[in-house]
């Protein structure tokens, strides 16, 4: 039987995952692909390290990924170190010793995706990264293969766990913010730098990688408009319940022809909604694509397993691809389109203004948001303190409208606290 030798760099959870499942399931993996997928060499940093996730033949063991990747018994080179400079390197590396990689590494793909991908064109190798995106979840190889013959014209995505698992927990119990961090980051969801997570970073570097190949177009990454759920306070989450719905941490992408919208924030999402019951750490996917209508893509978006699963399962496909003699096309941003400018995208909004609670400061809200083309659908007020709260659900309008007319109202006399602004999910 035929053996294809793997390198992994790194042994982290993820790394330990790869190992533990290649291993429980290797007879089933046998039997799938009629052949054997056997580690050969681990890249770790200390190779003395006591306590590992897995245990592991400490021959296997280097800090030399240099030598490991230009080995020749090793075929296919799995990146899970991280971040996009020791990976960078290992993985252009890897490709021009002609190997096949696998990676779990969002930052890298979403950030130098074009300049790893022309390596491994040019080399005649593949580059698999389902684990990079919604963990488990196969999201990639749904918008690669399995509407491959579709076109898909927007999605709502829930991408980031930590922020999931926060804002639900915050959504039932309405403990603090920071508290509830400290709980994901045990539960092992939240990157090193928890801010990637909770400021949206994590989530935009995976909606790139998601409406690149959606698209078709090369996405500029550090350009898509991003908040983070940090902004969110429980009070906000008691009126989303009030008006019928549930804050959750969105991305957004939509196909308008010449640009391309894409952005990152928590938002007001309808209760009636399916990604309103996504909750915990679960990440999920609604696609709305011409000839299938809507579909959605639901599962584990973090953790060993579900994760290592993804890995494996691209090792798998690509050792199934070694055994083709024509190598199979792959998908690449045809084009570049530029992102519509966050001032043009088109939302409802959840607007809160602490105000003084005095005659005629109603009215001068109102005019201001109209003057700016600024429709009011509800308006509220709570009494209960002062300043009052004032929260208006707005119509459809321009985002650049509604900030102009934030600035203004913002400088108004009766008004304390600056204008709070969640967008509506539609
Ligand atoms: N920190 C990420 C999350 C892990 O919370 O979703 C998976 O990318």
Redesign the pocket.
């Known amino acids: 039987m035929r053996t294809i030798g793997v390198a992994l760099l790194g042994l982290g959870h993820v790394g330990g995952g790869v190992v533990k499942l290649l291993a429980e399931n290797a007879a089933a993996i046998e039997a799938r692909l009629g052949a054997r997928i056997e580690v050969r060499a681990i890249a770790v940093r200390d190779p003395g390290k006591g306590k590992r996730v897995v245990d592991v033949d400490k021959a296997l063991l280097t800090t030399d990924i240099d030598a490991v990747v230009r080995r020749p018994d090793i075929d296919l080179v799995c990146e899970l170190i991280g971040g996009t400079t020791e990976a960078k390197a290992a993985v252009l590396a890897a490709i021009a010793a002609g190997k096949h990689v696998v990676t ?1 590494n ?1 930052a890298l793909l979403a950030e130098h995706g074009a300049e790893v991908f022309a390596a491994a064109d040019a080399a005649g190798v593949d580059v698999y990264y389902e684990a ?4 488990g979840v196969p999201i990639i190889r749904v918008l690669r293969e399995g509407l491959a013959s579709d076109r898909v014209e927007q999605l709502w995505g829930i ?7 926060i804002l639900s927990t915050m959504t039932e119990t309405r403990r603090a913010f920071g508290d509830i961090l400290k709980d ?1 980051q045990q539960l092992g ?3 090193a730098d ?1 801010t ?2 909770v400021g949206g970073g ?2 935009r570097h ?1 909606l790139a990688i998601l409406a690149s190949l959606c698209f078709g177009s090369a996405i500029d990454c550090d350009a898509i408009a991003m908040d983070g759920i940090d902004t969110v306070e429980p009070i906000d989450l008691d009126y989303a319940e009030k008006f019928g719905f549930v804050v959750k941490p969105l991305v957004i992408a939509r196909d308008h022809g010449a640009q391309i919208e894409a952005r990152v924030h928590p938002a007001f999402v309808p209760a009636n909604w399916l990604l309103a019951d996504v909750s915990g ?1 679960k ?1 999920a996917v609604y696609v709305q694509s011409y000839a299938l209508g809507p579909s959605l893509y639901y599962g584990a ?2 953790g060993m397993l579900p ?1 290592a699963m993804a890995v494996v399962s691209d090792i798998i496909e690509i050792s199934r691809n070694m055994a083709m003699t024509t190598r199979p096309a792959r998908p690449r941003p045809r084009e570049a389109r530029p992102l519509m400018p966050l001032a043009d995208i088109r939302a409802r909004y959840y607007l809160r203004f602490g105000v003084h609670d005095q005659p005629g400061v109603l009215g001068q809200l109102a005019t201001v948001l109209g003057a700016h083309r600024v429709s009011i659908q509800t308006v509220v007020q709570d009494a209960d303190r002062e300043p009052v709260w004032v929260v208006v659900l707005t119509h459809e309008a321009r985002e650049g409208d509604v900030r102009a007319a934030l600035a203004e109202i913002d400088r108004l006399p009766a008004v304390r606290e600056r204008a709070r602004v969640i967008r509506i999910a539609s």
Not at 132 to 135: L, R
Not at 159 to 165: L, P
């Open positions: 779990a969002k990079a995106v919604c963990g991408v980031n766990g930590t922020s999931n698992y994901a969801y939240a990157e928890p990637l997570d994590d989530a995976k750490a990440n978006g973090a994760t």
